[in-house]
C-alpha cells in the first residue's frame, strides 16, 4: 500500500523548536516530490514547499520562504519540516503529500496524503 | 496570493446531483487546465478526487465529474450518497511558481 505516515501532534512554547516527519512506503520514495501542506484551525490549504528526495532540491513557496526549513533523509525514506523559533501564528495541521503533476518546479497535483500532524503553539 | 473563490455551502438530498463552483481569473483556472478538487473529512487528510479539470484517480466512484468553463472550475457530485458529506477544495496551477486553492465548500447531504 503506498502511503506517507507523519509524527505525531506537537506542543510546544513560543521561541521552540521543532522538526516534524513524514516517512513514505508502498512505493520508489525517490522518483517522486513530496510537499509540506498548512491547514490552520478551520481554514483552507496552503503548499509551503516541496523537496525532491533523490537530490534534496527544495522549492518553498513566497510567503514560506525563510519560514520554515525543508529536508529529506532518502536512507530513511523520510522527509521533514522544521523551525527554528516557533510562533503561536503557526498553531495548525501539517500536511506531507506526495506530489502527481509538476508544472515548471511548482506542484499542481497531490494524490497521496499523510495522516497530517498537529502543531500547537502556546505560552 | 489571492485565493480561488468557492461557496461557502452546497446541499442536496440522496440520489441527487450537486454541482460545486470554483472562480478564479483568466491568470489561473482561465489559463491552465491544471484544477484538481480534494475531498476532507472532518479531521482527516484530503483526498483527490480529480485532477487536470476533469481526470478521476482510480478508485474514485465516477459520480465525481470535474469540468471547466473560462475562468471557472465545478465539481459535480451525482447521485449523491451520504458519505459524499464533507468539505471540498478546489486548486489551481497559477504560474508564476504560484499554487492556488479554494477556501473549501461543506457539502451537506440533507
Known amino acids: 500500500e503506498v502511503q506517507l505516515v507523519q509524527s505525531g501532534a506537537e506542543v510546544k512554547k513560543p521561541g521552540e523548536s521543532l522538526k516534524i516527519s513524514c516517512e513514505g512506503s508502498g512505493y520508489m520514495f525517490t522518483n517522486f516530490w513530496i510537499a509540506w501542506v498548512r491547514q490552520m484551525p478551520g481554514k483552507g490549504l496552503e503548499w509551503m514547499g516541496i523537496i525532491y528526495p533523490r537530490d534534496s532540491d527544495t522549492r518553498y513557496s513566497p510567503s514560506s520562504q525563510g519560514q520554515v526549513t525543508i529536508s529529506a533523509d532518502k536512507s530513511l525514506n523520510t522527509a521533514y519540516l522544521q523551525w527554528g523559533s516557533l510562533k503561536a501564528s503557526d498553531t495548525a495541521m501539517y500536511f506531507c503529500a506526495r506530489v502527481s503533476i509538476m508544472i515548471s518546479g511548482v506542484p499542481a497535483t497531490f494524490d497521496i496524503w499523510g495522516q497530517g500532524t498537529m502543531v500547537t503553539v502556546s505560552s | 496570493q489571492s485565493a480561488l473563490t468557492q461557496p461557502p455551502s452546497a446541499s442536496g438530498s440522496p440520489g441527487q446531483s450537486v454541482t460545486i463552483s470554483c472562480t478564479g481569473t483568466?491568470?489561473?483556472?482561465?489559463?491552465?487546465?491544471?484544477v484538481s478538487w480534494y475531498q476532507q473529512h472532518p479531521g482527516k487528510a484530503p483526498k483527490l478526487m480529480i485532477f487536470e479539470v476533469r481526470k478521476r484517480p482510480s478508485g474514485v466512484p465516477n459520480r465525481f465529474s470535474g469540468s471547466k468553463s473560462g475562468n471557472t472550475a465545478s465539481l459535480t457530485v451525482s447521485g449523491l450518497q451520504a458519505e459524499d458529506e464533507s468539505d471540498y477544495y478546489c486548486?489551481?496551477?497559477?504560474?508564476?511558481?504560484?499554487?492556488?486553492f479554494g477556501g473549501g465548500t461543506k457539502l451537506t447531504v440533507l
Open positions: 486548486s489551481s496551477y497559477a504560474g508564476s511558481n504560484r499554487l492556488i
Open positions: 483568466s491568470s489561473d483556472i482561465g489559463a491552465y487546465d491544471y
